[in-house]
């Protein structure tokens, strides 16, 4: 999913699984399991799909295997800290009638770094990164970032803002 943490994607790494990002939404992230043949996919508002069950959704199932990691910690805060080297944002959204206009600005401020738009904007910094998207059915635009430091997450978070309030 687009907004999720680049943790998982080195937790995937580890263990040998290519993490691949793509569109919000349950629909577009269980046909991308499917075509992939993959073993997860999930997105951070708590859908999560399992190859050992067909494909089907089954938060409790994630539950599950979040229970058994924990026992290898002494408290649950330490085995998300054991997870957490990055910084990131909340998913932060605006109301707002300029979606286009606002993409636009984002794409124009971050030229100098790679960009994708399979779901709004994603931009890939050395040391950051960031997604904005506009609501597919609400007058709103979205982001997140995520940084190797508070202060560039700080920093990367402020411009979006301004173009987001200009």
């Given at each position: 999913?687009?907004?999720?943490?680049?943790?998982?994607?080195?937790?995937?790494?580890?263990?040998?699984?290519?993490?691949?990002?793509?569109?919000?939404?349950?629909?577009?992230?269980?046909?991308?399991?499917?075509?992939?043949?993959?073993?997860?996919?999930?997105?951070?508002?708590?859908?999560?799909?399992?190859?050992?069950?067909?494909?089907?959704?089954?938060?409790?199932?994630?539950?599950?295997?979040?229970?058994?990691?924990?026992?290898?910690?002494?408290?649950?805060?330490?085995?998300?800290?054991?997870?957490?080297?990055?910084?990131k944002t909340p998913i932060t959204s605006y109301k707002t009638e300029r979606k286009a206009e606002i993409l636009e600005?984002?794409?124009?401020e971050f030229w100098m770094f790679e960009q994708t738009y399979l779901d709004g904007i994603s931009v890939f910094g050395n040391d950051f990164w960031c997604n904005v998207r506009a609501s597919n059915n609400e007058p709103k635009i979205r982001y997140v970032v995520e940084a190797e430091t508070e202060a560039k997450r700080d920093e990367i978070s402020q411009k979006i803002e301004s173009i987001i309030n200009h």
């Open positions: 999913e687009m907004m999720s943490s680049k943790s998982i994607a080195d937790v995937a790494e580890k263990y040998g699984v290519k993490g691949i990002r793509y569109k919000t939404g349950r629909f577009f992230i269980s046909e991308k399991v499917d075509q992939e043949n993959g073993v997860l996919g999930g997105e951070v508002s708590g859908h999560y799909m399992f190859k050992e069950i067909w494909g089907y959704e089954l938060p409790l199932l994630a539950l599950y295997y979040v229970l058994v990691e924990l026992e290898d910690f002494e408290d649950f805060t330490k085995m998300v800290q054991n997870y957490t080297k990055y910084f600005e984002i794409k124009k």
